[in-house]
């Protein structure tokens, strides 16, 4: 879990990598906006912390570039300005929270761990693919917005397929997954909800997201 900072105040910079180390986060530094967005381009990270004030290239830029070529990393931004314009543009340009200096370093471990909190349910829940959405929270499908009711084997055919998009899923793994192995029938009942599941899912003008694999199984790709 490494955090990157960009802020060209040393001496908060040296604070801040501290105390995220004690609580066991690995740190990364940058001390301008340019090396910040080089850094954030090239590494993955969890988190940036990111200043607004800074040399070469303001943080208000940074988040905007980062975000327009798909980095979605949370950002915290951070702010030496009380009124709350700097706060607003920020949260306009795509961070997910901005604090003004001087904070309560609590609060923004706070924050942070709420952040990647969020971030997690996001990402382990929610499987997307073109326009389909599977919330697993909700066990609630969606295409293009519009509630898909699945039976609960078509729901669990459907999960696995999305689970692994891009892969070609085995009949006997899918089988394995929905039915018990003692089920001598569930060849053919596979094909039937995959019939129904299709029916559902990729209706009549839809770009079609089940595919066969021929002798394999089956897989969901865009
Ligand atoms: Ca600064």
Known sequence: MTILI??????LSDILKKTLKGERYSVDTAYDGEEGLVKARKNTYELIILDIMLPKKDGVAVCKELRSSNIHTPIIMLTSNENTKDKINSLDVG???????PFDIQELFARIRAILRR??????????????????IKHEVTRSG???N???KEYKILNMLLT?????????????????????????ELNVHIRYLRTKID??????????VRGVGFMMKD
């Open 6 to 11: 960009i802020e060209d105040e040393k001496k």
């Open 95 to 101: 961070a997910d929270d901005c604090m003004i200096k």
């Open 119 to 136: 971030r997690k349910t996001t990402d382990s829940d929610v499987w997307k693919i073109e326009d389909l959405v599977l919330d697993r």
């Open 146 to 148: 519009k509630y898909i």
């Open 150 to 152: 699945l039976t609960p």
């Open 164 to 188: 692994h998009k891009g892969e070609a899923i085995s009949r006997e793994k899918l089988i394995a997954n929905v039915w018990t192995p003692e089920f001598k029938e569930s060849n053919n």
């Open 203 to 212: 209706r009549k003008g839809d770009k079609p997201l089940v595919h066969t």
